[in-house]
């Protein structure tokens, strides 16, 4: 048995979407098939974990501590607000193109099980761009779970004090139980347009 191999094997199958059989068809393609996508791969991450940074704005994608596109952009609606899980629930949401408005990534769902409380959340965040005056709407784009359900009431809780901000959560489309990130642009769309008071 390689003990090299099996290292690289079983570090690809820590990936998401990567299970036994994928990461070991990885893992031989890189090691034997095609070296030359192997380094390209290995300088591709290197620059990532130098460069890839959150955006210090919204929490989403941007590189070395910039705002990123979305919070740059003039022309997206700053008095909205979309409330994601993960910086990939931004990239779903925007491959739909039905939101112009800017977003918040909190990090995940409250998940006592899990111990995450909300202080492990960037909720605190959000009620500071609150605070600071501006923004009419909220919009919960929360996994259609248990969890997700109970992070949008906390957050309702703390968005309650302050009048003129109305709370909508995300609509029909998604199957319950379901992330974000793996639905379809055609099904976001749709659960965005049918969004409600929430």
């Given at each position: 048995m390689n003990d090299t191999f099996e290292n690289l094997k079983k570090t690809l199958k820590k990936l998401p979407g990567f299970g036994l059989k994928s990461a070991e068809t990885a893992a031989l393609y890189l090691a034997l098939e095609n070296k030359d996508a192997a380094r390209e791969l290995a300088r591709a991450l290197a620059d990532a974990l130098e460069n890839v940074t959150p955006c210090p704005e919204c929490g989403g994608l941007?590189?070395?501590?910039?705002?990123?596109?979305?919070?740059?952009?003039?022309?997206?609606?700053?008095?909205?607000?979309c409330v994601v899980e993960k910086a990939s629930d931004i990239n779903a949401i925007e491959k739909s193109g039905s939101?112009?408005?800017?977003y918040h990534v909190i990090g995940g769902k409250l998940s006592?099980?899990?111990?995450?409380?909300?202080?492990?959340?960037?909720?605190?965040?959000?009620?500071e761009k609150i605070q600071r005056g501006g923004v009419t709407e909220i919009m919960l784009a929360l996994s259609n779970d248990i969890e997700g359900e109970a992070t949008c009431h906390y957050i309702q809780e703390?968005?309650?004090?302050?009048?003129?901000?109305?709370?909508?959560r995300i609509g029909f489309g998604l199957p319950s139980g379901s992330q974000l990130s793996y639905a379809d642009s055609g099904t976001i769309k749709s659960a965005m347009k049918?969004?409600?008071n929430f």
């Open positions: 941007s590189e070395n501590g910039k705002p990123c596109a979305i919070c740059s952009d003039a022309a997206r609606m700053s008095s909205a607000i939101w112009r408005g800017r006592p099980l899990k111990k995450i409380t909300p202080e492990k959340l960037n909720i605190n965040g959000l009620v703390k968005v309650a004090p302050y009048s003129g901000v109305t709370l909508t049918a969004r409600r």
